[in-house]
């Protein structure tokens, strides 16, 4: 048997941000927070790195690690959106974290850790390698969701993350040691190739579907797997909502692809079944739960999972298009997210949350430019044309309509009318409602024109969809 040489440079990502990890770990250990700006720059450094490392290293790909790891268009892709969002992350989050005594050295650390474990998510092909990836993210989000120990709800919040993370993580775990029993296989190409064979047990391997489906939707937060998600978005400090609600749905769908549709490509009709009912369920329960919404998080966790019901439409409809589909959706909705949680960072200031809807009242009088931004943030949510959000949904629809899922696109749609009530609530706070306060804008320049860049990026990319859908389109030629 020969021993294959590894090529190193495809995981060369990984290798720099470990590497720029241990680094900011090391000054954060000796400097404790009296540097805190320096370990800032380090760690927006490390992000740009390993932009750079990806953006240097496109166009090769292929397997390596005895096929664990796998480089192609889409890790590429996913990789620059993850480090390009958690950028934004901390460029939001500074002056929100520093005003309320929570810029500590660990906030850095964990978040680097947490994007190592996006990053290798991004590029597993081998159930192991999934899994070591998606633990490191997820348990450096459950310590994040936590940090403000003083805080009951976010030690509730981190509590109750933690051990229904733990949970899915387990029914991920006893998913692929099914599958693994069957197959005798843990890399994903050889599964694929295994599944091919008919001698196989196929009530086993559907159970074992099964399982892997329910980790799947416990880590999208997909209903009725939802639980956590509104009490850790809200519960948590806004800055870490930001994070927890951002990249990681870059790296869960990444895991979603690699799993169903590149492992279980031959059980399709096993696991679209399941995907159905998820994205029924998630469109219908999000929706409406949101609409009973005061706490401007709680309503974005709700249209989360609406937001994963759609996101799933694309993935369910087992085709190239929809899996361009999904991932164009995936890529909108953390911008639209990063934008929305941004406004509220925005608006917050010491001794004062601006999490209420009603914290927003009069901002159309008080500053309305940033009304506007929120007002395009808001209508691409609802899915208004001509905003990103509305193409991302014309897409996903689109997707499920090429398969003859007729009935599934009407709800869809007939959902996203109801959904656009809570979105457009808050416009009408905005410029209809008289303003409480005449509060000032605390946070910096930088984060404010990057913040202004954010919301319009939405509109430049609903006026112009076509480059980024072509790119999510010529991935799933190649994959």
């Known amino acids: 048997m020969a021993f294959e040489v590894p090529n190193m440079m495809f995981a060369l990502p990984e290798m720099l941000m ?10 954060v250990a000796f400097t404790g927070n009296r540097q805190i700006r320096l370990v800032h720059v380090l760690s927006q450094t490390s992000l740009l790195l390993v932009l750079f490392s990806v953006l240097w ?27 390009l969002v958690n950028i934004l992350v901390f460029s939001y989050s500074y002056s929100y974290l520093q005003a309320r005594k929570l810029l500590q050295g660990e906030f850095y650390v964990l978040a680097l850790f947490s994007t190592l474990g996006m990053l290798v998510l991004a590029s597993a ?54 599958i693994y029993g069957v197959t005798g296989e843990l890399s994903i190409q050889a599964i694929a190739h295994s599944l091919a ?50 990249a990681p749905k870059i790296a869960a769908f990444a895991m979603l692809i690699r799993i169903l549709a590149e492992g279980m490509g031959d059980l399709f009709s096993v696991w679209r079944d399941m995907l159905i009912m998820l ?37 369910l409809a087992g085709t190239q298009a929809g899996y361009a589909a999904a991932l164009f959706y995936t890529l909108i909705y953390v911008l639209m997210t990063l934008g929305s949680f941004g406004m509220i960072l925005l608006l ?46 014309l897409a996903v629809i689109k997707a499920v309509i090429d398969i003859n899922l007729l009935a599934v696109a009407i709800l869809a749609v007939v959902m996203s009318v109801v959904g656009a009530y809570y979105y457009l609530r808050v416009v009408k706070v905005m ?4 303003p409480s306060e005449q509060a000032r804008l605390e946070a910096p320049k930088t984060m404010q024109y990057l913040l202004s860049g954010n919301a319009l990026a939405v509109l430049f990319l609903g006026l112009f969809p076509g480059s980024l859908f072509a790119l999510c389109a010529r991935i799933f030629t190649q994959v």
């Open 348 to 393: 917050s200031r010491e001794g004062f949350e601006a999490e209420e809807i009603d914290d927003f009242k009069g901002l159309g009088q008080r500053h309305p430019w940033y009304a506007l931004m929120m007002l395009l943030l808001m209508f691409s949510m609802a899915g208004i044309p001509p905003l990103a959000g509305f193409y991302a949904k």
């Open 197 to 246: 064979n008919d001698e196989l047990n196929q009530t086993v391997l559907n159970l074992g579907v099964v399982f892997l489906v329910v980790g799947i939707g416990f880590k999208f937060g997909a209903v009725p797997f939802h639980m956590w998600l509104p009490d850790v978005y809200h519960g948590a400090p806004t800055a870490i909502t930001l994070f927890v609600s951002s």
């Open 57 to 83: 290293n496109m166009g090769d790909g292929g397997l390596t690690f005895s096929d664990s790891y796998i480089k192609d268009p889409l890790s590429d892709v996913l990789k620059l959106a993850i480090c």
């Open 431 to 434: 410029f209809f409602d008289a």
């Open 279 to 315: 994205a029924v369920l998630s469109i219908i329960l999000g929706n409406v739960l949101a609409i009973a919404q005061s706490n401007l998080k709680r309503m974005l966790a709700y249209s989360t999972i609406s937001h994963v019901g759609f996101l799933l439409l694309g993935v």
């Open 125 to 178: 092909h081998h159930f192991l390698t999934l899994y070591l990836g998606l633990e490191l993210m997820s348990l450096c989000l459950y310590a994040m969701v936590a940090m403000q120990r003083d805080s009951f709800a976010a030690t509730e919040a981190g509590m109750k993350y933690f051990i229904l993370g733990a949970l899915a993580s387990g029914m991920l775990l006893y998913g692929m040691s099914i």
């Open 18 to 27: 470990l590497a720029m990890c241990c680094i900011v770990l090391l000054v």
